[in-house]
């Protein structure tokens, strides 16, 4: 059963729009449209505010934190155009680290790529474009490259690929590890999914999912954890999530989880790729798993969850459909 183990008061004077619990479960990352980005310390079931991070000039639409290989780092971004990259220099100590400004309208979605491939954050923006940060982290500088015209009107989320290629989970073959070429999933205001490869030193589209009827939301690529075959999700104002599944990369499958009563707001996949979390506009959130037959079933649902959803907003603007929250 899904429910709700702790409320925490974040402090926020504003709707929260996301929160993010890092690698190893020990803190948790917030932020609201009060501009300003919360580091709490949750282990062994307090709440303490860690660090009160101000930089933004603008609603704040996610946080995403990096992989503990590279230090505590955390990602933001904003309706003021901006990414900002916090770095904690020393305990409690968070430093603005990198700030990246070169989209014309708001950052609506940041995404780590996976560890393997480096210190790498997708972003997606209101102006169309997605930009790729790659940091040298011996150097503490950052190559920025910019991947435009991605969706019509306005990019709202980005994900990565797994970094390594899909194996059946008993593969018996020892010390193996195939990296995958990069790979990324965007959704936009054009209803439209899309697949994106790393071609040399450039980004180019290999695919266009298109089922959806309204506004992508939320796209969600799964582990591949013994799993050998690639699973997209993908949720949307048109109120549905649908699974896009391929064995090659060049077919894909699409199957309509399910038809929700509000908008979809946010698909999340559990850490082994085999159960998808849906959260929507009617406050509920719901787990759901395939089948042995290939059907996806509801296996629990909270109806009480009173949590507003981690969306970004392409136009920037007001959204009606989120009640206003400051508590988790």
């Given at each position: 059963?899904?429910?709700?183990?702790?409320?925490i008061?974040?402090?926020?004077?504003?709707?929260i729009?996301?929160a993010?619990?890092d690698?190893?479960?020990?803190?948790?990352?917030t932020?609201?449209?009060?501009?300003?980005?919360?580091?709490?310390?949750?282990?062994?079931g307090?709440?303490?505010?860690?660090?009160?991070?101000k930089g933004?000039?603008g609603p704040v639409?996610?946080?995403?934190?990096?992989h503990?290989?590279?230090?505590?780092?955390?990602?933001?971004?904003s309706?003021?155009r901006?990414?900002?990259i916090?770095?904690e220099?020393?305990?409690?100590?968070?430093?603005?680290?990198y700030e990246?400004?070169?989209?014309?309208?708001?950052v609506?979605?940041v995404?780590?790529?996976?560890?393997?491939?480096?210190?790498?954050?997708?972003c997606?923006?209101?102006?169309?474009s997605?930009?790729i940060l790659?940091?040298?982290?011996?150097a503490?500088?950052?190559d920025?490259?910019?991947?435009?015209?991605v969706?019509?009107?306005?990019?709202?989320?980005v994900?990565?690929?797994?970094?390594t290629v899909p194996?059946?989970a008993?593969?018996?073959?020892?010390?193996?590890?195939?990296?995958?070429?990069?790979?990324?999933v965007?959704?936009?205001?054009?209803?439209?999914v899309?697949i994106?490869k790393e071609?040399?030193?450039r980004?180019?589209?290999?695919?266009?999912l298109?089922?959806?009827?309204?506004?992508?939301?939320?796209?969600a690529?799964?582990?591949?954890?013994?799993?050998?075959?690639?699973?997209i999700?993908?949720?949307?104002?048109?109120?549905?999530?649908v699974?896009w599944?391929?064995?090659?990369?060049?077919?894909w499958?699409?199957?309509?989880?399910?038809?929700?009563?509000?908008?979809v707001?946010?698909?999340?996949?559990?850490?082994?790729g085999?159960?998808?979390g849906?959260?929507?506009?009617d406050?509920k959130?719901?787990?759901?798993?395939?089948?042995?037959?290939?059907?996806?079933?509801c296996?629990?649902e909270?109806?009480n969850?009173a949590?507003a959803?981690?969306s970004?907003?392409a136009?920037?603007?007001?959204?009606?459909?989120?009640?206003?929250?400051?508590?988790?």
């Amino acid at each position: 059963m899904v429910s709700v183990l702790n409320t925490i008061d974040t402090g926020h004077e504003d709707m929260i729009h996301c929160a993010d619990v890092d690698y190893y479960g020990l803190r948790l990352a917030t932020c609201s449209s009060d501009n300003s980005v919360k580091i709490f310390d949750i282990k062994s079931g307090a709440q303490t505010l860690a660090a009160d991070l101000k930089g933004h000039r603008g609603p704040v639409w996610q946080v995403a934190w990096g992989h503990p290989r590279y230090g505590n780092v955390l990602a933001s971004c904003s309706y003021d155009r901006k990414v900002i990259i916090w770095k904690e220099a020393g305990p409690g100590d968070w430093t603005r680290w990198y700030e990246y400004s070169n989209h014309d309208s708001s950052v609506n979605s940041v995404a780590w790529a996976p560890a393997e491939y480096g210190l790498i954050m997708a972003c997606g923006s209101s102006d169309g474009s997605v930009s790729i940060l790659t940091a040298n982290v011996e150097a503490g500088t950052w190559d920025c490259k910019k991947i435009p015209n991605v969706h019509t009107i306005g990019c709202n989320t980005v994900s990565w690929c797994p970094a390594t290629v899909p194996e059946p989970a008993f593969d018996q073959r020892p010390n193996k590890t195939n990296l995958a070429v990069k790979r990324l999933v965007t959704g936009g205001c054009d209803n439209a999914v899309k697949i994106w490869k790393e071609e040399g030193d450039r980004w180019e589209e290999e695919k266009r999912l298109e089922l959806h009827s309204d506004w992508v939301r939320d796209v969600a690529w799964a582990p591949s954890v013994g799993m050998p075959r690639h699973q997209i999700a993908s949720c949307s104002q048109d109120r549905r999530v649908v699974i896009w599944t391929s064995d090659d990369l060049v077919t894909w499958q699409p199957t309509v989880l399910n038809n929700f009563d509000d908008v979809v707001w946010n698909v999340s996949w559990s850490l082994t790729g085999n159960i998808l979390g849906v959260s929507g506009g009617d406050n509920k959130v719901s787990l759901w798993k395939e089948t042995n037959e290939g059907q996806w079933v509801c296996i629990s649902e909270d109806t009480n969850t009173a949590t507003a959803p981690a969306s970004q907003q392409a136009s920037g603007g007001p959204n009606n459909f989120i009640p206003e929250q400051r508590t988790l």
